[in-house]
């Protein structure tokens, strides 16, 4: 039997190192689909529910396994269904392949059934590559090339196929003009900035008294570096989010998160810091970052465009972390005067109290923020987590210790809502035999997380350790917009759109086969964790919690303030509760703290 496009496709993705395709079939990738039952196995296909959860999937892969993931969909309104995905995967730089069908050539051009103009739709997403198969001969350089530059560029490319060509015999490039011949393999090069640049960042490093560290992503794999560098500087260390589990928590330079969700360590840390030193992060908010002026600035960054971009750095480093901090690292003096590092430890160690003290306040009927704190000390080692977006990331960039070994992400720049499901997924299709645990609002376990349960339904028995945790926070609002209306705008809740129907999450999962728990009580949350975190199969937690209880920014500024107020002043519905839960977790600043233990006593 002669071999087809398809097979050739699935044979030449396996040379590439592909194991795993998510996807959902259609007949615009019928012989796709077809090669891959004829392949015995040769690559996993992984069936989700909604092809934006295997956009999300090929993410969550990249993400947490540095290998390029792969998501497949037929023509029409497949291919546009993954859009939402890959623009996750685009703007936080991962590197994902689309694989999706086309009307046959005999058609395109003639209004044919779910024919869209899909060069011109992936034309931003995928605008590094996007292209049709035209010719059967085509299909290795297609793919080759496809991969090697999502590699290269760490995005998004695109590879469409007309459904006819599918089944075609395949034939290699002939050996003749216009025929073009590609091949396997890539390795990353080594990226070192000039040894020049690099001691005029050491004499900067030097020279600075106050020196803060911001990490992102593009720092995971420069762990111990980072640690060096701040060790020798003396400085403190701030996490963008999508670098929350570059370093663990309890390093006591660690600041934890920056921005809006982000800790009043890291707001200090900038605000009072001479010296920036940025190194793999693409962190947007200018506002949080020191005054133009303030401070001297470098950064490091792989990416020579996302250099210079943030703040007005001195000195812009184009190289890989890992290898341009081990090239700094014998350039940098220790500082003997520790006080900045002492003064940041000291504003760590208050901190993490205050944090305790939100967590302890009573709320109806139950604080999201205990949750969270109780849950992290309970934390199986190396797990994987994964944050949708809204109030969970608030809570998941804040309360949650991460450890070493942990991995832990979300959708960092498009801050899309949906991911947290499918993120835990694929971190489970990776790592079958580690805990996997998704925090997820009621709004995206509505809009496509209750989907997903049964694509966990559908594959959980396959896992050589089938333990994973959804936690639901079920507080039927759309709770940070609704927060954004009053404090970005002044306006009081808009109910029409922000109440979110009830729903029975942990039944609903009892319903699918897997375990449910729900929690409405104070004084069950840490007997419901551990029990969730005990159970030997997928486990849905629904935890009943207060929508008044206040997502508060590091800083408060006199516009917000004035907004909120305002927002009361015109009548929303939840204020009394709002003013007595925000003024709660506001003067945990200023008192004695009550932590758990002080709780339990009063009690």
């Known amino acids: 039997m002669s071999k087809t496009v398809g097979d050739y496709l699935i044979q030449r993705l396996h040379a590439w190192n592909i194991s795993r395709i998510f996807g959902f079939p259609g007949d615009g990738i019928n012989g796709l689909m077809g090669a891959l039952n004829r392949s015995d196995n040769l690559i996993d296909f992984v069936q989700v529910r909604h092809e934006e959860n295997a956009a999300f999937m090929a993410c969550a892969h990249a993400k947490f396994t540095g290998e390029v993931g792969i998501c497949m969909a037929t023509s029409g309104p497949g291919a546009i269904h993954l859009l939402n995905g890959l623009y ?3 703007l936080d730089h991962q590197p994902v392949v689309a694989i999706v069908g086309q009307s046959a050539t005999t058609a395109m ?5 779910q024919e869209v103009d899909l060069n011109s739709l992936y034309k931003d997403v995928a605008h590094e590559y996007v292209h049709t198969l035209m010719d059967p001969s085509q299909t290795r350089t297609l793919v080759d090339r496809a991969i090697r530059i999502a590699k290269i560029e760490r995005t998004v490319t695109c590879i469409i196929i007309p459904n006819n060509l599918q089944d075609e015999k395949y034939e290699e490039p002939a050996r003749m003009h216009n025929s073009i011949h590609t091949s396997l393999h890539f390795s990353y090069p080594q990226i070192i900035p000039a040894q020049s640049d690099l001691k005029k960042a050491a004499n900067i490093l030097n020279e600075g008294k106050k020196v803060a560290m911001l990490i992102g992503a593009g720092a995971y794999n420069a762990a111990d570096e980072v640690m060096q560098v701040a060790e020798l500087l003396g400085a403190g260390v701030a996490k963008a989010l999508l670098g929350k589990d570059v370093l663990p928590d309890d390093l006591p330079y660690v600041t934890g998160a920056i921005g809006l969700l982000g800790t009043k360590p890291s707001w ?6 001479d010296t920036l030193f940025m190194v793999g992060s693409s962190f947007p908010y200018s506002e949080f970052l020191p005054k133009e002026g303030q401070a001297r600035g470098i950064q ?7 250099l210079g971009i943030r703040y007005p750095m001195e000195l812009n480093l184009q190289g890989d972390s890992r290898e341009t901090l081990s090239a700094l690292i014998p350039l940098l003096k220790r500082k003997e005067d520790r006080s900045w590092r002492e003064e940041i430890e000291k504003n760590i160690k208050e901190w993490w109290k205050v944090i305790e003290a939100r967590a302890m306040n009573s709320a109806n009927p139950i604080n999201p923020q205990r949750i969270f704190w109780e849950l992290s000390s309970r934390l199986p080692d190396n797990c994987i987590l994964s944050s949708d977006s809204g109030t969970s990331a608030d ?3 804040r309360d949650l210790k991460i450890r070493k070994g942990m991995r832990a992400s979300l959708s960092g720049n498009l801050a899309t809502m949906c991911p947290g499901v499918p993120y835990a997924t694929a971190a489970k299709f990776a790592y079958p035999d580690r805990v996997s645990i998704a925090l997820v609002g009621d709004g995206a376990m509505q809009m496509l997380g209750n989907n997903g349960l049964i694509t966990i339904s559908k594959y959980w028995k396959k896992w050589s350790n089938p333990r994973m945790m959804i936690v639901v926070l079920n507080n039927r609002d759309l709770n940070q917009v609704t927060w954004e209306q009053r404090v970005m705008e002044g306006d009081p809740k808009f109910e029409v759109s922000q109440d979110v129907p009830d729903f029975p999450y942990a039944e609903y999962a009892k319903m699918l086969g897997l375990d449910g728990i729900k929690v409405d009580k104070e004084e069950n949350i840490i007997d419901a964790i551990e029990t969730a975190l005990a ?3 997928p486990v849905v937690l629904e935890a009943y919690t207060d929508p ?6 590091p800083h408060i500024s006199f516009k917000q303030a ?9 009548g929303d519905e939840n204020t009394w509760d709002m003013i007595k839960q925000s003024w709660k977790d506001v003067i945990e600043n200023f008192i004695p703290h009550k932590t758990k233990e002080t709780s339990e006593a009063v009690s």
């Open 88 to 90: 996750d995967a685009k």
């Open 109 to 113: 051009g003639g209004d044919f059934q």
């Open 268 to 273: 200090d840390l900038m605000m009072d810091c």
């Open 300 to 306: 490091i960054d792989i990416n020579g465009k996302m």
């Open 395 to 397: 809570w998941f960039a």
């Open 535 to 537: 159970c030997n199969k």
């Open 548 to 553: 008044s209880v206040p997502p508060l920014p």
């Open 562 to 570: 004035k907004a909120f107020m305002s927002s009361m002043v015109k």
